[in-house]
């Protein structure tokens, strides 16, 4: 009897239900009923006014409606033999690389409860709840916000194992969110002006705030404007700096981008036969330097010896 399929095609007594605008979610006896002969895995569709806004025909939550049709959608064995084979297959198991690929299963818990001390489970109390599918009546009954948990378990693993790969979608959808808040920087600072003008205000000898004014040759009062550079520059120079898209992390200089200067690599140029080494240049260098004490006695020696010299130093009375 427990073997006997389940007919799909009865309508439910109670269903899982999921409000669309308070995100409230319950289970109770649907109040609309409608036939939907489309839908091959069930063909209802169910409607319930929501008991917490009161917002009419709020339809069955997505993950139930999805359920009922995984559950009419799976397959096993139905014989004996085909259970008894089943249980063979599970002899063994889990074996090694199960229990590598779900060591960490057994975190969940212990890290619930740390991260609890940082983001206890507030549904619809933080800024990214507005964008999270979790279900706010479950996200209420845990200990801490599943998302931030899978963060942390994330980030605890991979410091675990030494192996920083397993946070590449996270650096990466963090690396495309900063890029964004730097193109709405800059865009944001193209609308405004990169040049800010607004009047100079002072304080009077009483502390109030005063706007400075002049009286034209038209006899018109102008304001005094004080011009300064928009203050997002400078948070969009250091976001250009610290995601190292400057033109030289880029390597779109001019000089990176001249195929001589690539390859010369800002080193002299020079062919096998003009090429010395260092060891080269200092053996030569000291072979002159030996001969210089030499070479300058036998230049003293032959400046002695010169005629006109000997001639001049005659007359003067210095030989």
Known sequence: MGNMAKDWTAQLSAVNFRCDECKHAWESEPDLIEDAPELEHHPYRYFADCPKCKVQRQPQAAWARALLKA???STGPKTPEGMAAVRKNLEGHPNAEAVLRTRFNAMKHGMAAKTASYFPAKPDKYPFCGQCEVNRTWCAGQAACVKQTEIFMLHHAAFESRNPRVLSGIHADLQAGLTAMLQMLMQGALADGVIIKQPRVELDREG???T???LGDDGQRKYIYDHQSHPALKAI????????LSMGDLGMTVRAADPEEEEGGGVLK??????ETLSDFNTRMLAVMSGA???LAAADKATKADPVLVAHEAREGKS
Do not use: E, W
Not at 237 to 244: C, M, P, Q, T
Not at 270 to 275: A, E, P, Q
């Open 71 to 73: 559950h009419q959608a």
């Open 208 to 210: 109030n705030s005063v």
């Open 212 to 214: 400075l004014t002049y």
């Open 237 to 244: 120079a250091d976001f250009v700096s610290r995601l190292g």
């Open 270 to 275: 020079l062919d096998d036969k003009t090429r």
């Open 293 to 295: 004490r030499d070479m």
